[in-house]
């Protein structure tokens, strides 16, 4: 047990999600505001989409 040493720490359920955002920012950072803009909506609109899709089924699987 004393070979992992001190150091090390449990990471948080909250890492991934961060690490994914630090990502997509760096990913996006050099690229011009019109195309920030174009991938956002998109994302977005996937986004909103799923979530009325995933409603829908979870409304019809109650009946």
Known sequence: M???GTGQTLASK???GYAVVMFVKVLLGA???WVKW???SLVSVVVVLEG???WRRR???VR
């Open 52 to 54: 009325y899709q995933w």
């Open 2 to 4: 004393d070979a992992f």
């Open 59 to 61: 409304g019809t699987a």
């Open 38 to 40: 174009v991938v956002g």
């Open 31 to 33: 690229l011009p505001d």
């Open 14 to 16: 909250w890492d991934a």
